[in-house]
């Protein structure tokens, strides 16, 4: 039996170790799945602080509980180091590191080539390795298994590659981990098999497809579709300002169509580490093939230009009253991307706020999730938001809909409110003040 073909009784049996590298918000939530299914998983990252606190059962990703984590650290399952040197201990290993853009918005593969390279300087026969970063189709096969093979070893037989793309949504209370199915394809049908054998055990289903490059597709096409999509919606607001209508009760109203329509929502831009970044991975890769990726250049155009018109309308808004930005107090509720998270990476507010500053307004910002904040050279504190804070700003400009914000407070107590996000649909009282995008 082929060291491969012996992993299958080692993951049947729980005796597979599993190996994380990248104990973000993706490897974290994975690294304590596998622990829980009962495997010995070791996670890998550069970042010591964060291996402290996984070594010491404290949780810094907000889907996982301390507690979960301390059970598994406990029980023996579950450790992290920074030593790579330990890689050949893993029989499966997952690459969950970041997949950025460079500042000229092209791919940004280093953290994944150093990644790579580092499982390639100590592959031994037997490893599968799994891509798990979302990334342009053929980094797999193009980038992936030549690094690999680089060691001498040889794909099929001494060692399994696959990807099988993360589709976690951080904050997500309906769909954790298991709830969304694993898709996987593997680079020959044994790596698919294994793959999808490994997941089995913590995914209620996998999906295989017939190739690396499948899947890494399936990705893109996700999150460009909610990135199109959201770029629609953000146009239909841009529509509905000129023609003088609430564009939320236009999608409200075609959203109780049951069929041919799904709801997409307008906002002051996107954010995440996902859906602003990921389809110009695909729209790079197809630059190098003559193809140009039309719907995705227009997308980002709409839903890059959303913070300009967010600070466009604040500037309107104050100025109906004599008020200039420059030196107004602007209040921003809420700076992580997206409501319940503490994540501000590519945030809109982080736009928003650096072009008021530009414009000399006097910001502050209240967020339940996000304690500090540093937008170009300038450190910023949350603060609460008290009546007296509430009161004493020109403007409260909502950009994230947090649901700990009590919103009727909020209209009850500040001048002005520019609503970004449609928060302050179900409040009654002080609606004249609100305007929305
Ligand atoms: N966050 C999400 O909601 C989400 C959802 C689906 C897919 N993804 C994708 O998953 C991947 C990881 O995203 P994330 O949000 O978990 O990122 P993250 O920044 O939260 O975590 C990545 C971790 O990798 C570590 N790291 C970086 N380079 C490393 C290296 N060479 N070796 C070891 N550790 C290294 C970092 O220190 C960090 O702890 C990305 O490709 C992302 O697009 C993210």
Redesign the pocket.
């Known amino acids: 039996m082929s060291r491969l073909e012996e992993l299958k009784g080692r993951i049947e049996s729980r005796e597979a170790k599993i190996g994380v ?8 939530p994975l690294a304590v799945e596998f622990a829980k299914a009962g495997f010995s998983v070791v996670g ?4 010591g602080e ?1 291996v402290r606190a996984v070594e010491a059962g404290t949780s810094y ?1 907000e889907d996982v509980r301390s507690q979960d984590l301390a059970e598994q650290k406990k029980a023996g399952r579950l450790s992290a180091t920074t030593d ?1 040197a330990k890689l050949p201990i893993a029989d499966v290993i997952n ?6 853009l460079t500042r000229t918005k092209d791919p940004d593969v ?6 790579i390279e ?1 499982i390639a300087r100590r592959l031994r026969s037997g490893q599968l390795v799994v891509l ?4 342009y189709p053929g980094t797999t096969s193009e980038l992936l298994i030549p690094m690999l093979e680089s060691s001498g070893l040889t794909i099929g037989t001494d060692f399994s590659v696959a990807f099988a ?6 904050g997500n209370t309906k769909f954790g981990v298991h709830d969304v199915p694993k898709v996987v394809g593997g680079e020959t049908p044994l790596c698919t098999e294994l793959a999808s054998q490994v997941y089995k055990t913590i995914f209620d289903q996998v999906v295989p497809v017939s190739s690396t490059a499948c899947a890494e597709m399936v ?1 893109l096409l996700e ?1 460009t579709f909610r990135a199109i999509n959201i770029g629609l919606a953000n146009e239909v607001a841009l529509m509905c300002d000129r023609l003088d209508l609430d564009v939320w009760e236009v999608i409200e109203a075609a959203a109780t169509k049951p069929y041919g329509f799904m709801k997409f929502l307008p906002g002051p831009g996107l954010g ?3 859906i602003p ?2 389809p110009s991975y695909l729209s790079w890769k197809m630059k190098s093939l003559n193809f140009s990726a039309r719907f995705i250049e227009l997308a980002i155009d709409v839903n890059t230009s959303m913070p300009r018109h967010v600070t466009s309308k604040i500037t309107e808004l104050l100025n109906e009253d004599r008020l200039p930005v420059n030196g107004s107090r602007v209040l921003i509720l809420g700076v992580a991307y997206k409501p319940d998270v503490g ?1 501000v ?1 590519e945030s809109p507010a982080i736009d928003v706020i650096e072009l008021l500053q530009q414009m000399g307004a006097d910001i502050s910002y209240h967020d339940p999730h996000v304690s500090e904040v540093q937008i170009e050279d300038r450190g910023y504190k949350s603060v609460d938001l008290s009546d007296d804070v509430l009161g004493s700003c020109d403007i409260a400009v909502i950009v994230t809909n947090h649901s700990a914000i009590d919103w009727e407070r909020v209209v009850a107590r500040a001048p002005r409110i520019f609503d970004t996000r449609n928060a302050t649909a179900g409040v009654r009282e002080g609606r004249e003040r609100i305007r929305k995008l």
């Open positions: 590298i990248g104990l973000g918000y993706v490897g974290l890998f990252d550069l970042d964060k990703i790579f690459i969950c590191v970041p997949t950025p280093s953290h994944m080539a150093k990644a580092d798990g970063s979302t990334t793309p993360e589709r976690i949504d951080p990705k999150n995440g580490h996902c970044v990921d994540d990476r």
